[in-house]
């Protein structure tokens, strides 16, 4: 069976299929599905237009300049929507060196206690002694799911 027998041209599958690769990165963004469906999208109107995309030279041209076209104005789309800051991180490793203010108190043997560090509150223990609310402190290390402070003097 051929597509044209049951009304539907090549052109018109490579539409949907650009289209539906869109909705996907929509969906799921990251998987750089856009590049693939905007040539997809283009060689599809073509077809319908009457360009012959089945050519090899022709079509490979057309498929090889509308692929690099695609990938540089998909970069520079990408490179305008994004901020110039730098994501923020919460990993605990990044935080030895940091300082913060004890919420709840901490002390040597157990994780119970909490400290705000940027607005982020992690689970904490102290180095030695009983740290009570209020005081600041230095992240000195991390371990497993929480950190390890000293009180600053």
């Not at 539409?15 to 693939?36: C, D, R």
């Not at 012959?52 to 079509?59: A, E, F, L, Q």
């Not at 300049?65 to 994004?82: E, H, K, N, Q």
């Not at 040597?108 to 180095?127: D, L, N, R």
Request: charged share 15%.
């Amino acid at each position: 069976m051929v597509l044209e027998d049951i009304g539907v041209s090549f052109g018109w599958l490579l539409i949907i299929g650009g289209a539906l690769l869109l909705l996907f990165e929509v969906y799921s963004p990251g998987f750089f599905a856009t590049v693939p469906a905007t040539v997809m999208i283009i060689l599809g109107t073509l077809q319908l237009l009457g360009v012959d995309i089945s050519n090899p030279w022709m079509g490979g041209i057309i498929g090889i300049v509308t692929a690099i076209c695609a990938a540089g104005l998909t970069v520079w789309m990408y490179g305008r929507i994004t901020t110039d800051e730098s994501p923020t991180t919460i990993s605990r490793d990044s935080l030895v060196g940091k300082t913060g203010q004890v919420k709840v108190a901490v002390d040597g043997s157990t994780i119970s206690g909490k400290v705000a560090i940027s607005q982020t509150e992690w689970s904490a223990k102290s180095t030695g002694a009983t740290i009570p609310a209020g005081k600041n402190v230095r992240v000195v290390s991390s371990e497993g799911v929480h950190i390890v402070v000293e009180e600053v003097q």
